[in-house]
């Protein structure tokens, strides 16, 4: 059973269910997986510490499925830094079409290149101004995680019940909404809401 969203009819997907990025966790393999279980898997470039390795990443996860995947571009500061241009390149090549941005700042270096080439680009943030920001810039989708979602949460410290609901209303474009709640031990994730009207 399957139900229809604008974020799965955006994605080409089957179940509005996006594997959020985790760097050494996001692999050929996981993002398959998902990709193959109708959600959207998503592999962390981050990974990958070379342009020869990370294309064969996204050949390994092109040969486990034939479903849509995307690929997270991090501009978060790394102690060994990749070139996010090169690594579009490869993406591009490959066939890949949908992008996830994600980190301190906006991709202002690559929103152009994301637009040109037809890509339908996510961007992860943890605020409203920031989703304003990049919506402007021409993001397609806009995942917001709130505190709960560890990693890089930001300086904001808001959670998911209250993040998502005021980001929703304040775009014109989908949100998903990352991070998520527990009750009782047991972990809810969210899933994408979208804009009213």
């Known amino acids: 059973m399957s139900f229809t969203t604008q974020i799965t009819e ?7 269910i996006v594997g959020g990025t985790m ?9 398959a ?13 981050a990974i990958y510490q070379s342009r020869d390795a990370f294309s064969d990443a996204v ?56 637009k040109r080439e037809g890509l339908t680009w996510i961007h992860k943030c943890v605020g409203l101004r920031y989703a304003l920001k990049v919506q402007e810039m021409g993001a397609d989708i806009i995942t917001v995680v709130g505190y709960e979602n560890g990693g890089a949460t930001g300086k904001l410290d808001i959670g998911t019940l209250a ?16 991070a998520g709640f527990r009750t009782a031990g047991v972990f809810w994730p969210c899933l994408p809401w979208v804009p009213r009207g």
Request: charged fraction near 20%; proline fraction near 8%.
């Open 10 to 16: 955006m994605l080409g997907i089957r179940h509005p």
């Open 23 to 31: 760097m050494w966790i996001s692999t050929p393999e996981l993002v």
């Open 33 to 45: 997986a998902i990709s193959n279980a109708g959600g959207l898997g998503i592999l962390a470039s």
């Open 59 to 114: 050949g390994r996860t092109r040969e486990l499925t034939d479903r849509p995947f995307a690929v997270n571009l991090n501009l978060f500061p790394m102690m060994r830094p990749i070139d996010n241009n090169e690594y579009l390149d490869v993406l591009i090549q490959k066939g890949v079409k949908i992008v996830e941005t994600s980190g301190h700042q906006a991709p202002e270096d690559l929103c152009v290149r994301l």
């Open 163 to 178: 993040l998502v609901p005021t980001v929703v209303e304040g775009l014109r474009v989908p949100v998903i909404g990352g």
